[in-house]
């Protein structure tokens, strides 16, 4: 079993926060959510 870091987390690491928001925010990512948002 591999105990490293998840694929997200992986691409988490490259990509900016401001822009994950940004993408959140087009494709209506926390639209659905009851209480975690899409950055928890």
């Known amino acids: 079993m591999y105990i490293g870091k998840t694929l997200f987390a992986q691409i988490?690491?490259?990509?900016p926060w401001k822009t994950f928001h940004r993408i959140v925010a087009r494709?209506?990512?926390?639209?659905r959510a009851r209480?975690?948002?899409?950055?928890?």
């Open 12 to 15: 988490m690491d490259f990509l």
């Open 27 to 31: 494709y209506h990512g926390d639209r």
């Open 35 to 40: 209480t975690l948002s899409c950055a928890e």
